[in-house]
Protein backbone atom coordinates (compact mmCIF):
# COMPACT_ATOMS: atom_id res chain seq x y z
CA UNK A 1 0.00 0.00 0.00
CA UNK A 2 1.67 3.20 -1.09
CA UNK A 3 1.80 6.42 1.15
CA UNK A 4 -1.30 8.18 0.48
CA UNK A 5 -3.33 5.60 0.48
CA UNK A 6 -2.15 4.75 3.51
CA UNK A 7 -2.72 7.92 5.03
CA UNK A 8 -6.31 8.12 3.55
CA UNK A 9 -6.96 4.45 5.67
CA UNK A 10 -5.57 6.02 9.08
CA UNK A 11 -7.72 9.33 8.45
CA UNK A 12 -10.60 7.50 8.05
CA UNK A 13 -10.01 5.57 11.45
CA UNK A 14 -9.11 9.24 13.32
CA UNK A 15 -12.36 10.79 12.21
CA UNK A 16 -14.16 7.33 13.23
CA UNK A 17 -12.47 7.76 16.86
CA UNK A 18 -13.37 11.23 16.84
CA UNK A 19 -17.12 10.53 16.58
CA UNK A 20 -17.03 8.05 19.08
CA UNK A 21 -15.08 9.88 21.75
CA UNK A 22 -17.18 13.24 20.92
CA UNK A 23 -16.35 16.90 19.73
CA UNK A 24 -14.18 17.94 22.48
CA UNK A 25 -11.29 15.67 21.23
CA UNK A 26 -9.38 17.23 18.11
CA UNK A 27 -7.34 15.32 15.50
CA UNK A 28 -4.00 16.28 14.78
CA UNK A 29 -3.65 17.16 10.95
CA UNK A 30 -0.89 16.80 9.13
CA UNK A 31 -1.61 20.08 7.50
CA UNK A 32 -3.31 23.05 8.56
CA UNK A 33 -3.92 26.23 6.21
CA UNK A 34 -4.64 29.33 7.68
CA UNK A 35 -5.63 33.11 7.21
CA UNK A 36 -7.39 32.34 3.44
CA UNK A 37 -10.01 33.00 1.39
CA UNK A 38 -11.55 29.42 1.29
CA UNK A 39 -14.47 28.49 -0.61
CA UNK A 40 -16.26 25.38 0.85
CA UNK A 41 -19.42 24.94 -1.95
CA UNK A 42 -21.53 24.84 1.18
CA UNK A 43 -24.48 27.46 0.15
CA UNK A 44 -24.71 27.54 3.97
CA UNK A 45 -21.38 28.81 4.74
CA UNK A 46 -19.78 29.26 1.20
CA UNK A 47 -16.40 30.55 2.59
CA UNK A 48 -13.80 30.08 5.78
CA UNK A 49 -10.29 30.88 6.66
CA UNK A 50 -8.63 27.89 7.36
CA UNK A 51 -8.96 24.20 6.83
CA UNK A 52 -7.05 20.83 8.12
CA UNK A 53 -5.72 18.12 6.01
CA UNK A 54 -4.84 14.57 6.69
CA UNK A 55 -3.31 12.21 4.19
CA UNK A 56 -5.81 12.99 1.21
CA UNK A 57 -8.79 14.00 3.12
CA UNK A 58 -9.77 17.36 4.08
CA UNK A 59 -11.19 17.05 7.73
CA UNK A 60 -12.25 19.85 9.18
CA UNK A 61 -13.22 23.59 7.44
CA UNK A 62 -13.70 26.84 9.51
CA UNK A 63 -12.13 30.08 11.29
CA UNK A 64 -8.44 30.08 12.49
CA UNK A 65 -9.41 29.68 16.02
CA UNK A 66 -11.56 26.41 15.04
CA UNK A 67 -8.81 24.90 12.81
CA UNK A 68 -5.89 25.80 15.19
CA UNK A 69 -7.03 23.09 17.55
CA UNK A 70 -5.97 20.70 15.11
CA UNK A 71 -2.23 21.30 15.18
CA UNK A 72 -0.20 18.70 16.52
CA UNK A 73 3.83 18.67 17.33
CA UNK A 74 4.46 17.09 13.64
CA UNK A 75 1.54 19.80 11.77
CA UNK A 76 3.04 21.78 9.10
CA UNK A 77 1.49 24.93 8.59
CA UNK A 78 0.88 27.11 5.73
CA UNK A 79 -0.37 31.05 6.26
CA UNK A 80 -1.99 31.87 3.21
CA UNK A 81 -1.93 35.17 3.80
CA UNK A 82 -5.40 36.11 2.30
CA UNK A 83 -4.77 33.75 -0.84
CA UNK A 84 -7.81 32.13 -2.05
CA UNK A 85 -8.39 28.58 -1.85
CA UNK A 86 -10.82 26.16 -4.49
CA UNK A 87 -11.94 22.37 -4.94
CA UNK A 88 -8.92 21.01 -6.88
CA UNK A 89 -10.37 21.04 -10.61
CA UNK A 90 -11.16 18.24 -12.48
CA UNK A 91 -10.47 18.34 -16.44
CA UNK A 92 -13.39 15.77 -17.65
CA UNK A 93 -12.09 15.17 -21.11
CA UNK A 94 -8.52 15.21 -21.92
CA UNK A 95 -5.60 12.60 -23.24
CA UNK A 96 -3.10 12.08 -20.23
CA UNK A 97 -0.64 10.08 -22.33
CA UNK A 98 -0.32 12.17 -25.66
CA UNK A 99 -0.23 14.86 -23.09
CA UNK A 100 2.73 13.49 -21.44
CA UNK A 101 4.39 13.53 -24.55
CA UNK A 102 3.65 16.61 -26.03
CA UNK A 103 4.77 18.38 -22.93
CA UNK A 104 8.68 16.27 -23.08
CA UNK A 105 8.46 16.87 -26.55
CA UNK A 106 9.14 19.89 -29.16
CA UNK A 107 6.14 21.76 -29.04
CA UNK A 108 5.72 23.62 -32.27
CA UNK A 109 2.22 25.34 -31.62
CA UNK A 110 1.11 27.28 -28.71
CA UNK A 111 -1.38 30.59 -28.37
CA UNK A 112 1.86 33.30 -28.34
CA UNK A 113 3.54 31.91 -31.83
CA UNK A 114 2.84 28.44 -34.53
CA UNK A 115 5.43 27.28 -36.17
CA UNK A 116 4.27 24.98 -39.56
CA UNK A 117 5.64 23.40 -42.24
CA UNK A 118 4.88 26.94 -44.07
CA UNK A 119 8.12 28.06 -42.63
CA UNK A 120 10.04 24.82 -43.82
CA UNK A 121 13.36 25.89 -42.97
CA UNK A 122 12.72 27.52 -39.23
CA UNK A 123 10.90 23.62 -38.94
CA UNK A 124 13.63 22.45 -39.47
CA UNK A 125 15.77 24.42 -37.90
CA UNK A 126 13.94 23.93 -34.53
CA UNK A 127 13.97 19.97 -34.76
CA UNK A 128 17.20 19.90 -35.80
CA UNK A 129 17.81 21.52 -32.21
CA UNK A 130 15.83 19.37 -30.27
CA UNK A 131 17.34 16.27 -31.76
CA UNK A 132 20.32 17.30 -30.85
CA UNK A 133 19.71 18.37 -26.67
CA UNK A 134 17.90 14.51 -26.67
CA UNK A 135 20.01 12.10 -28.22
CA UNK A 136 18.86 9.46 -26.10
CA UNK A 137 15.18 9.77 -26.76
CA UNK A 138 14.10 6.58 -28.64
CA UNK A 139 11.43 8.50 -30.74
CA UNK A 140 11.14 12.56 -30.88
CA UNK A 141 7.85 13.56 -30.09
CA UNK A 142 6.85 16.85 -31.91
CA UNK A 143 3.27 18.85 -31.72
CA UNK A 144 2.86 21.46 -34.73
CA UNK A 145 -0.01 22.06 -36.94
CA UNK A 146 -0.01 21.17 -40.37
CA UNK A 147 -2.75 20.66 -42.88
CA UNK A 148 -4.57 17.17 -42.80
CA UNK A 149 -6.32 17.68 -46.13
CA UNK A 150 -5.28 15.43 -48.99
CA UNK A 151 -3.62 16.50 -51.07
CA UNK A 152 -2.02 19.68 -49.31
CA UNK A 153 -0.57 16.83 -46.52
CA UNK A 154 3.17 17.40 -45.89
CA UNK A 155 5.37 14.90 -46.78
CA UNK A 156 8.54 12.66 -45.03
CA UNK A 157 10.59 14.84 -46.76
CA UNK A 158 11.11 17.69 -44.66
CA UNK A 159 10.98 15.83 -41.43
CA UNK A 160 13.90 13.55 -43.19
CA UNK A 161 15.69 16.66 -43.83
CA UNK A 162 16.24 17.36 -40.35
CA UNK A 163 16.36 13.85 -38.77
CA UNK A 164 17.39 10.51 -40.60
CA UNK A 165 18.66 8.50 -37.48
CA UNK A 166 15.60 8.27 -35.24
CA UNK A 167 11.74 8.48 -35.53
CA UNK A 168 9.62 11.16 -35.45
CA UNK A 169 6.67 11.61 -34.56
CA UNK A 170 4.41 14.82 -35.02
CA UNK A 171 1.29 15.20 -33.52
CA UNK A 172 -1.51 17.12 -35.46
CA UNK A 173 -2.73 19.38 -32.58
CA UNK A 174 -5.96 17.71 -33.14
CA UNK A 175 -4.83 14.80 -32.66
CA UNK A 176 -6.32 13.24 -34.93
CA UNK A 177 -3.70 13.43 -37.79
CA UNK A 178 0.04 12.19 -37.11
CA UNK A 179 3.11 13.00 -39.71
CA UNK A 180 6.13 10.68 -39.90
CA UNK A 181 9.36 10.82 -41.04
CA UNK A 182 10.87 8.00 -43.14
CA UNK A 183 12.68 6.20 -39.57
CA UNK A 184 8.91 6.30 -37.96
CA UNK A 185 7.14 5.22 -41.11
CA UNK A 186 9.79 1.98 -40.89
CA UNK A 187 9.14 1.81 -37.41
CA UNK A 188 5.45 1.57 -37.95
CA UNK A 189 5.81 -1.01 -40.71
CA UNK A 190 4.59 0.83 -43.22
CA UNK A 191 5.91 0.32 -46.91
CA UNK A 192 4.61 0.36 -50.46
CA UNK A 193 1.94 -2.40 -49.53
CA UNK A 194 -1.11 -1.96 -48.15
CA UNK A 195 -1.85 -2.49 -43.91
CA UNK A 196 -3.78 -5.48 -43.14
CA UNK A 197 -6.70 -3.46 -41.29
CA UNK A 198 -8.76 -1.48 -43.96
CA UNK A 199 -9.84 1.19 -41.55
CA UNK A 200 -5.98 1.75 -40.74
CA UNK A 201 -5.25 1.50 -44.54
CA UNK A 202 -7.74 4.31 -45.49
CA UNK A 203 -5.70 6.32 -42.90
CA UNK A 204 -2.79 6.36 -44.46
CA UNK A 205 -1.92 9.29 -46.75
CA UNK A 206 -0.08 7.73 -49.98
CA UNK A 207 1.16 9.33 -53.07
CA UNK A 208 -0.30 8.16 -57.03
CA UNK A 209 2.83 5.36 -56.67
CA UNK A 210 1.35 4.34 -53.38
CA UNK A 211 4.28 5.32 -51.84
CA UNK A 212 3.34 6.49 -47.99
CA UNK A 213 3.64 10.46 -47.70
CA UNK A 214 4.00 9.93 -44.00
CA UNK A 215 0.70 11.80 -42.96
CA UNK A 216 -1.55 9.04 -40.96
CA UNK A 217 -5.04 9.94 -40.58
CA UNK A 218 -7.86 8.76 -37.84
CA UNK A 219 -7.82 5.14 -37.20
CA UNK A 220 -4.13 4.88 -39.37
CA UNK A 221 -3.01 6.47 -36.58
CA UNK A 222 -2.78 3.61 -34.54
CA UNK A 223 -0.02 2.16 -36.58
CA UNK A 224 2.55 4.44 -35.48
CA UNK A 225 0.40 4.25 -31.49
CA UNK A 226 1.49 0.60 -31.57
CA UNK A 227 4.86 1.21 -32.41
CA UNK A 228 5.57 3.95 -29.91
CA UNK A 229 4.42 1.87 -27.45
CA UNK A 230 6.70 -0.71 -28.04
CA UNK A 231 9.68 1.62 -28.88
CA UNK A 232 9.77 3.96 -25.72
CA UNK A 233 10.56 2.15 -22.42
CA UNK A 234 8.11 1.61 -19.98
CA UNK A 235 9.85 3.61 -17.72
CA UNK A 236 10.70 6.56 -19.68
CA UNK A 237 6.85 6.66 -20.06
CA UNK A 238 6.13 6.67 -16.72
CA UNK A 239 8.43 9.68 -16.16
CA UNK A 240 6.80 11.74 -18.23
CA UNK A 241 3.17 11.13 -17.12
CA UNK A 242 4.81 11.68 -14.04
CA UNK A 243 6.14 15.39 -15.22
CA UNK A 244 2.76 15.97 -17.13
CA UNK A 245 0.76 15.38 -13.15
CA UNK A 246 2.61 17.91 -11.59
CA UNK A 247 2.42 20.30 -14.92
CA UNK A 248 -1.68 19.82 -14.52
CA UNK A 249 -1.12 19.80 -11.08
CA UNK A 250 0.20 23.35 -11.64
CA UNK A 251 -3.36 24.89 -13.14
CA UNK A 252 -5.08 23.30 -9.75
CA UNK A 253 -6.07 20.15 -12.03
CA UNK A 254 -5.98 17.07 -9.40
CA UNK A 255 -8.74 14.71 -11.43
CA UNK A 256 -8.94 13.90 -14.89
CA UNK A 257 -11.16 11.56 -17.40
CA UNK A 258 -8.89 10.23 -20.30
CA UNK A 259 -10.97 10.30 -23.37
CA UNK A 260 -8.42 7.57 -24.81
CA UNK A 261 -6.45 4.54 -23.51
CA UNK A 262 -6.24 0.57 -23.49
CA UNK A 263 -5.75 -1.83 -20.55
CA UNK A 264 -1.94 -0.80 -21.01
CA UNK A 265 -2.62 2.75 -20.73
CA UNK A 266 -4.17 2.43 -17.29
CA UNK A 267 -1.57 -0.11 -16.15
CA UNK A 268 1.28 2.62 -16.26
CA UNK A 269 -1.18 5.39 -13.71
CA UNK A 270 -1.79 2.03 -11.42
CA UNK A 271 2.45 1.62 -11.50
CA UNK A 272 2.76 5.34 -10.76
CA UNK A 273 -0.27 4.72 -8.06
CA UNK A 274 1.82 1.83 -6.44
CA UNK A 275 4.84 3.92 -6.10
CA UNK A 276 2.90 6.96 -4.64
CA UNK A 277 4.01 9.42 -7.23
CA UNK A 278 0.43 9.15 -8.96
CA UNK A 279 -0.31 13.38 -8.15
CA UNK A 280 -3.58 13.33 -10.44
CA UNK A 281 -6.24 11.05 -9.98
CA UNK A 282 -7.45 9.40 -13.19
CA UNK A 283 -10.40 7.51 -14.88
CA UNK A 284 -9.41 6.19 -18.03
CA UNK A 285 -11.87 5.22 -21.09
CA UNK A 286 -10.99 2.59 -23.39
CA UNK A 287 -10.99 3.59 -26.90
CA UNK A 288 -8.29 4.98 -29.84
CA UNK A 289 -9.28 7.72 -32.26
CA UNK A 290 -11.67 6.96 -34.81
CA UNK A 291 -11.35 3.27 -34.59
CA UNK A 292 -13.93 0.62 -34.52
CA UNK A 293 -14.63 -1.22 -31.08
CA UNK A 294 -15.72 -5.16 -32.00
CA UNK A 295 -16.98 -7.58 -29.35
CA UNK A 296 -14.05 -9.41 -29.97
CA UNK A 297 -13.03 -11.47 -26.70
CA UNK A 298 -9.70 -9.70 -26.51
CA UNK A 299 -11.91 -6.68 -25.76
CA UNK A 300 -14.10 -7.49 -23.58
CA UNK A 301 -11.38 -9.69 -21.85
CA UNK A 302 -9.46 -6.45 -21.39
CA UNK A 303 -12.74 -4.08 -20.61
CA UNK A 304 -13.36 -6.70 -17.79
CA UNK A 305 -9.86 -7.14 -16.22
CA UNK A 306 -9.20 -3.19 -15.71
CA UNK A 307 -12.95 -3.40 -13.89
CA UNK A 308 -11.26 -5.92 -11.80
CA UNK A 309 -8.24 -4.19 -11.00
CA UNK A 310 -8.52 -0.72 -11.39
CA UNK A 311 -11.76 0.68 -9.43
CA UNK A 312 -9.74 3.06 -6.75
CA UNK A 313 -9.95 7.14 -6.21
CA UNK A 314 -6.68 6.84 -7.90
CA UNK A 315 -7.10 5.06 -11.38
CA UNK A 316 -10.25 3.74 -11.99
CA UNK A 317 -11.90 2.49 -15.23
CA UNK A 318 -15.20 0.66 -16.75
CA UNK A 319 -15.74 3.43 -19.05
CA UNK A 320 -15.94 2.75 -22.99
CA UNK A 321 -14.97 5.80 -24.90
CA UNK A 322 -17.07 5.58 -28.64
CA UNK A 323 -15.70 7.63 -31.96
CA UNK A 324 -18.97 8.58 -34.06
CA UNK A 325 -16.83 10.70 -36.44
CA UNK A 326 -13.69 12.08 -36.66
CA UNK A 327 -11.62 15.20 -36.92
CA UNK A 328 -10.34 15.87 -40.13
CA UNK A 329 -11.48 16.51 -43.90
CA UNK A 330 -13.46 19.82 -44.66
CA UNK A 331 -16.33 17.16 -43.25
CA UNK A 332 -15.28 15.30 -40.05
CA UNK A 333 -15.52 11.23 -41.33
CA UNK A 334 -18.29 8.87 -40.11
CA UNK A 335 -16.81 5.87 -38.02
CA UNK A 336 -20.24 3.55 -37.65
CA UNK A 337 -22.99 2.94 -39.21
CA UNK A 338 -26.14 3.44 -36.63
CA UNK A 339 -27.07 -0.38 -36.95
CA UNK A 340 -22.97 -1.22 -35.69
CA UNK A 341 -23.00 1.54 -33.43
CA UNK A 342 -26.62 0.48 -32.00
CA UNK A 343 -25.61 -2.84 -31.64
CA UNK A 344 -22.24 -1.85 -29.63
CA UNK A 345 -23.99 0.27 -26.95
CA UNK A 346 -26.58 -1.63 -25.96
CA UNK A 347 -24.25 -4.81 -25.46
CA UNK A 348 -21.92 -2.83 -23.32
CA UNK A 349 -24.47 -1.09 -21.70
CA UNK A 350 -25.64 -4.40 -20.29
CA UNK A 351 -22.99 -5.71 -19.02
CA UNK A 352 -22.56 -1.89 -16.78
CA UNK A 353 -19.75 0.12 -18.76
CA UNK A 354 -20.23 3.83 -18.77
CA UNK A 355 -20.29 5.56 -22.46
CA UNK A 356 -19.07 8.55 -23.72
CA UNK A 357 -19.27 9.57 -27.05
CA UNK A 358 -17.28 11.61 -29.51
CA UNK A 359 -19.37 13.30 -32.18
CA UNK A 360 -18.89 16.52 -34.02
CA UNK A 361 -21.32 16.76 -36.27
CA UNK A 362 -25.01 17.64 -35.84
CA UNK A 363 -26.28 14.77 -37.27
CA UNK A 364 -23.94 12.18 -35.60
CA UNK A 365 -24.86 14.13 -32.31
CA UNK A 366 -28.89 13.13 -33.52
CA UNK A 367 -27.43 9.53 -34.21
CA UNK A 368 -26.28 9.31 -30.42
CA UNK A 369 -29.23 10.66 -29.08
CA UNK A 370 -31.43 8.19 -30.62
CA UNK A 371 -29.06 5.34 -29.82
CA UNK A 372 -28.93 6.37 -26.14
CA UNK A 373 -32.64 6.98 -25.84
CA UNK A 374 -33.29 3.54 -27.65
CA UNK A 375 -30.93 1.60 -24.97
CA UNK A 376 -32.73 3.68 -21.89
CA UNK A 377 -36.16 1.92 -23.10
CA UNK A 378 -34.68 -1.60 -23.71
CA UNK A 379 -32.50 -1.38 -20.30
CA UNK A 380 -34.46 0.72 -18.27
CA UNK A 381 -33.42 4.01 -16.40
CA UNK A 382 -30.63 4.22 -14.22
CA UNK A 383 -27.91 6.15 -13.26
CA UNK A 384 -25.79 5.73 -16.32
CA UNK A 385 -24.12 9.72 -16.91
CA UNK A 386 -24.32 8.96 -20.54
CA UNK A 387 -21.84 11.67 -22.35
CA UNK A 388 -21.53 13.15 -26.16
CA UNK A 389 -18.24 15.13 -26.33
CA UNK A 390 -17.60 18.44 -27.99
CA UNK A 391 -21.41 18.18 -29.73
CA UNK A 392 -19.77 21.33 -31.34
CA UNK A 393 -23.04 21.19 -33.97
CA UNK A 394 -26.67 20.32 -32.57
CA UNK A 395 -29.47 21.03 -34.58
CA UNK A 396 -32.38 22.37 -32.59
CA UNK A 397 -34.84 20.04 -32.19
CA UNK A 398 -31.96 17.96 -30.41
CA UNK A 399 -31.41 20.38 -27.60
CA UNK A 400 -34.09 19.26 -25.35
CA UNK A 401 -33.33 15.93 -25.79
CA UNK A 402 -29.84 15.64 -23.67
CA UNK A 403 -31.74 16.85 -20.34
CA UNK A 404 -34.56 14.34 -21.09
CA UNK A 405 -32.18 11.73 -21.86
CA UNK A 406 -29.72 12.93 -18.33
CA UNK A 407 -27.06 13.18 -21.26
CA UNK A 408 -24.03 15.45 -20.23
CA UNK A 409 -22.54 17.68 -22.65
CA UNK A 410 -18.77 18.01 -22.80
CA UNK A 411 -17.76 20.81 -24.26
CA UNK A 412 -14.09 22.25 -24.98
CA UNK A 413 -13.95 26.40 -24.92
CA UNK A 414 -10.74 26.69 -27.13
CA UNK A 415 -12.63 25.37 -29.71
CA UNK A 416 -15.02 27.66 -29.62
CA UNK A 417 -15.83 30.20 -32.30
CA UNK A 418 -13.85 29.41 -34.85
CA UNK A 419 -12.76 32.20 -37.98
CA UNK A 420 -13.80 29.77 -40.76
CA UNK A 421 -17.27 30.00 -39.81
CA UNK A 422 -20.13 28.78 -37.53
CA UNK A 423 -20.23 25.55 -38.97
CA UNK A 424 -18.18 22.88 -40.83
CA UNK A 425 -19.66 23.33 -43.72
CA UNK A 426 -20.23 27.33 -44.53
CA UNK A 427 -23.15 26.91 -46.31
CA UNK A 428 -24.94 25.03 -43.24
CA UNK A 429 -26.93 27.87 -40.84
CA UNK A 430 -26.80 25.70 -38.30
CA UNK A 431 -24.79 27.67 -35.22
CA UNK A 432 -22.27 26.23 -33.38
CA UNK A 433 -21.06 25.75 -29.44
CA UNK A 434 -24.66 26.30 -28.36
CA UNK A 435 -23.51 26.29 -24.34
CA UNK A 436 -26.25 28.40 -23.56
CA UNK A 437 -29.14 26.98 -24.94
CA UNK A 438 -27.90 23.71 -23.83
CA UNK A 439 -28.13 25.42 -19.80
CA UNK A 440 -31.35 26.45 -20.13
CA UNK A 441 -33.23 23.73 -21.83
CA UNK A 442 -31.74 22.32 -18.33
CA UNK A 443 -28.89 20.22 -19.93
CA UNK A 444 -25.39 19.74 -17.46
CA UNK A 445 -22.30 20.68 -18.97
CA UNK A 446 -18.79 20.03 -18.49
CA UNK A 447 -16.38 21.67 -19.97
CA UNK A 448 -12.51 20.56 -20.56
CA UNK A 449 -9.49 21.11 -22.02
CA UNK A 450 -8.91 17.84 -24.42
CA UNK A 451 -5.06 18.32 -23.73
CA UNK A 452 -3.23 18.29 -26.09
CA UNK A 453 -5.47 19.64 -28.81
CA UNK A 454 -5.58 22.65 -26.60
CA UNK A 455 -2.57 24.19 -24.92
CA UNK A 456 -2.14 25.07 -22.19
CA UNK A 457 -4.61 23.29 -19.92
CA UNK A 458 -5.65 26.12 -18.08
CA UNK A 459 -8.85 26.05 -16.18
CA UNK A 460 -9.21 29.66 -15.62
CA UNK A 461 -8.02 30.66 -19.42
CA UNK A 462 -11.13 28.61 -20.39
CA UNK A 463 -13.40 30.27 -18.02
CA UNK A 464 -12.28 33.20 -19.71
CA UNK A 465 -12.94 32.08 -23.13
CA UNK A 466 -16.23 30.62 -22.02
CA UNK A 467 -17.41 33.75 -20.62
CA UNK A 468 -15.96 35.86 -23.60
CA UNK A 469 -16.19 33.34 -26.33
CA UNK A 470 -13.03 35.54 -26.98
CA UNK A 471 -10.23 32.45 -27.80
CA UNK A 472 -6.53 32.54 -26.94
CA UNK A 473 -4.96 31.07 -30.93
CA UNK A 474 -2.09 32.28 -32.23
CA UNK A 475 -2.43 34.16 -35.35
CA UNK A 476 0.12 32.25 -37.28
CA UNK A 477 -2.36 29.20 -37.30
CA UNK A 478 -5.48 30.78 -39.07
CA UNK A 479 -5.37 29.43 -42.29
CA UNK A 480 -4.49 25.82 -40.38
Request: glycine share 6%; with cysteine; charged share 20%.
Amino acid sequence: MNDNRAGGVCTLIMAWVAALIGPATAFAADTLLIHGHIYTGNSQAPWATALAVSGTRIEAVGSDAAIQKHRGGHTKVIDLHGQTVIPGVVDSHMHLLYGAFALHGLNLSTPQASITPEKPQLFIAKLKEYAAANPKDAVLFVRADFNSVPPTTPTHALLDEAVRDRPVVVHNTSEHAVWLNAAALTMAGITDLPVKDADEERGVIRDASGHPSGVLLEAGMQLAARAVAVRVPVEEQLSMIEAATHYLNSFGITSVVNATGDLAEIGLYGTLRDRGTLTVRTRTSFGAVAVQHHLWPAFLADLDQARRLYHDDWVSANLVKFFADGGTGLIPPLVYTPHDYDALVMELDSRGYQLMTHALRADSVHMVLDTYERMEKAHGPKDRRLRIEHADLVDAEDIPRFAKLSVIADMQPTFCCGEEGLNLDPTDMVPSDRWHSLQQSGAVLAFSSDWPCTWPPDPFVSIQETATRQIWKSADTANI
